[in-house]
């Protein structure tokens, strides 16, 4: 736990978050068992002061997508239906409990809607608001959509079960957690500098997306001051990462090693905080997903993270004006970017190589 001071006059914007790690869930969970250790978790948080906490992709089951699944019913059990997920039978306790406790939540889900499409989701529930104030749904799905053919090979069927989200990343302000933000109604001519002063300005990230710095950067676009990152990372999975002659060990090591450099480099270069929750563990007794919940300054510097791969409360006090001073010099956009020359960025989706030499 730290609390990271501004080094600056402004008052200071202190929000106090957590990150519910939650260690395996196996094919044959019980949702109920699971449901509990999730409140278990939330009060933890609340023991603690938390007044957000982020829990991972896909919170509520296993990381089915890992599996070819045939059996129709089987597959239809990891989805959550109607457009309410607060009211859904396997995590409505989990927001009611939330809502009693006045603490926000952002949790992960597989989502079927009421029209039979199918996406990777995390919601922002607001305890202000009582109710979802954001949706976002996964925007860059890993893996293959047909299952590998090497007998034994660990799959990522995302593309197979999820479509992509087609939102984009839309910032949000959340109420109620800090006092005297200036409101729309205090600045009504726009004669005062409304930045850094409103309500905190989070975005949504759902795991791989957080490797995609086009991604943050639209958010930091919109001045983000805190990431939300879900996530569940194979440590183990020799054909997704076309790595079939290293060990086991060294595949972990790495799955760790670009899950930190991502998170912290991205948070330097958009010089806001993140949060990022595991489920991590042996799925299945068989299956390794790493752990290193974490949460990571401005400055990329890791404030707190987690120290087990089972269920872990990972907590901080954060100041949001810790984000003024990279957000006025290093990273002012407004100031420094060159969107002139970027435009190959949106105009090209893959990679363009410059014409081969002549002999
Ligand atoms: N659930 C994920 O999106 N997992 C991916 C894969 C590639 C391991 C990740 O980026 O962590």
């Known amino acids: 736990m730290g609390t990271v001071a501004a080094g600056r006059e402004a008052p200071a914007r202190l929000l106090k978050v957590a990150a519910a790690q939650v260690g395996a869930v196996h094919r044959w969970t019980d949702r109920a068992d699971t449901l509990r250790r999730l409140i278990s978790l939330l009060e933890d948080a609340a023991g603690r002061g938390a007044q957000l906490v982020l829990f991972p992709e896909l919170t509520l ?6 599996y070819l699944i045939a059996d129709e019913k089987e597959l239809a059990s990891f ?6 997920v607060t009211r859904s039978a396997n995590a409505g306790k989990l927001f009611q409990r939330a809502d009693e406790l006045r603490i926000d939540i ?3 889900y597989a989502e079927r809607t009421p029209d039979g499409h199918s996406y990777n989701t ?7 608001e009582h109710t979802v104030i954001m949706k976002y749904r996964k925007s860059h799905l890993p893996g293959t959509k047909e299952p590998y053919k090497e007998p034994g090979a660990i799959n990522q069927l995302e593309k197979r079960y999820f479509e992509e989200g087609q939102e984009g990343f839309s910032a949000f302000r959340v109420p109620g957690m800090l006092n005297g933000t200036m409101k729309k109604s205090s600045n009504s001519d726009g004669d005062i500098s409304a930045v850094g002063k ?14 995609w710095s086009e991604a943050w950067r639209v958010y930091g676009l919109q001045g983000a001051e805190l990431i939300l990152c879900g996530y569940n990372t194979t440590a183990w ?7 079939h002659n290293q060990s086991r060990e060294q595949s972990k090591a790495d799955a760790y090693f670009y899950h930190k450099l991502v998170m912290q480099s991205n948070s330097y270069t958009n010089s806001c905080f993140s949060v990022c929750a595991a489920r991590c563990g042996l799925d299945d007794n068989e299956f390794p997903l790493i752990g290193g919940s974490c949460i990571v300054g401005p400055n990329g510097r890791i404030i707190a993270e987690a120290q087990t791969e089972e269920d872990e409360v990972i907590f901080a006090e954060i ?21 002139e020359l970027y435009r190959m960025l949106v105009d ?3 990679v363009v190589e410059p014409d081969l030499l002549s002999d």
């Open 61 to 66: 089951t296993t990381f089915f997508p890992r």
């Open 79 to 84: 989805f959550e239906y109607g457009e309410d």
């Open 106 to 108: 952002c949790v992960g």
């Open 122 to 128: 995390c919601v922002y529930f607001s305890a202000n």
């Open 198 to 211: 409103g309500d905190p300005i989070v975005g949504i990230l759902i795991c791989n997306d957080r490797r």
């Open 237 to 243: 999975a020799p054909h997704l990462h076309g790595k």
């Open 319 to 339: 100041d949001l004006t810790g984000c003024r001073p990279g957000k006025e010099t290093t990273f002012n956009f407004g100031k420094h970017r060159r969107t």
């Open 348 to 350: 090209e989706k893959g």
